[in-house]
C-alpha cells in the first residue's frame, strides 16, 4: 500500500485515510497554519469548523482545515490574513 501525501507549501505531508488536513498537519508538528488580521499564529483549535482558526487556501479558495479531509496529491498553502 503506497503512503498517501499532501503538499503544505513544498513539504509533502503523509496522512491516512479519512483523516482532515488540520489532523495530518498537527501529525506532522506544525502548530501555525499562518497569520489572523492580528498578527497572531492560526492553528487548529475548536476541530468543529466554529473558531476559523484553521483556515488553509485549498485550490486557491480558503477553507477550514479541521473540516476537509486530506486528498492524495492536494496542494495547500498558509492563508496569511492580507488574503481573506
Ligand atoms: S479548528 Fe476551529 S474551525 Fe477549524
Same mark, same amino acid.
Given at each position: ?7 503544505? &507549501?513544498?513539504? /509533502? ?12 498537519? $498537527? ?6 497554519? =499562518?497569520? &489572523?488580521? %492580528? *498578527? ?8 468543529? =469548523?466554529?473558531?476559523? *482558526? ?5 485550490? *486557491? ?5 479541521? %473540516? ?11 492563508? /496569511?490574513? $492580507? $488574503?481573506?
Amino acid at each position: 500500500m503506497s503512503t498517501k501525501r499532501f503538499f503544505w &507549501d513544498s513539504r /509533502e505531508i503523509p496522512f491516512c485515510e479519512g483523516e482532515t488536513i488540520a489532523a495530518a498537519l $498537527d501529525a506532522a508538528g506544525l502548530s501555525s497554519f =499562518g497569520s &489572523d488580521a %492580528l *498578527g497572531r499564529p492560526t492553528r487548529y483549535f475548536c476541530g468543529i =469548523g466554529a473558531c476559523q *482558526g484553521c483556515l488553509v487556501r485549498i485550490d *486557491g479558495v480558503a477553507r477550514e482545515a479541521c %473540516l476537509t479531509l486530506a486528498r492524495d496529491g492536494l496542494r495547500i498553502e498558509s492563508l /496569511e490574513h $492580507d $488574503d481573506v
